[in-house]
């Protein structure tokens, strides 16, 4: 009776990360309700977000920036990399592009209560601005990114679980090596899935 409720318990689980991964990234890629566009003029970081195993492992860093089209002071959240801010905006903020900058993304939820709470009340700090979307939501750049990402995941979890099998079923037979192999694959491909659904 154990084993027929541990491998019930074991489809179970097998079926709700299935279910995570292609639901959630059908959707975002299909959401067409939820895209928004603004011309930025201006941006500025309004909250740096770590995230974190326990506190101790690092699994990556979300920056949210405040961005403002001058001419109709219209503004929104926008969650972008580092990267993607110092590409296109100079050191005080401004468009590197004289005819601002376009910004066309899916909102979606900045995160848990907590920092969507953050996120408002620093955006209420700002009271003269007409923000386009809620401001606990945040124009997501990298939307789509991470949506192929969770379907490559997906994709690539169904090769690790049955090279996974072939490895436990032929154990006395499989070299050193190969195991090694697998194990690195293995821890590369959870940090990388922590990356994404984190």
Known sequence: MKEILKKIFLVILCLMFVGYLLVTAIIDLTNKNDIYTLRVDGAAEILELEHSINGLIPVGT??????????????????????????????????L??????VTALAKKAGKYDVER?????AAQFDSLDFIIDPGYALDLSYKLTAIL????????????LFGIRIAKAKDTVSKPVVWVFTGVLIVYLIVLLVVIV
Not at 62 to 90: M, P
Not at 118 to 122: G, T
């Open 62 to 95: 979300d920056h949210f920036y405040l961005g403002i089209e001058n001419a109709t002071g219209k503004a929104c959240i926008i969650k972008a990399s580092k990267r993607w801010y110092k590409k296109n905006f100079d050191e005080n903020g401004y468009s």
């Open 97 to 102: 592009n004289p005819d601002g900058l376009t």
């Open 150 to 161: 969770k379907l490559v995941l997906l994709a690539l979890s169904a090769g690790i679980v």
């Open 118 to 122: 953050e996120l408002k009340e620093r």
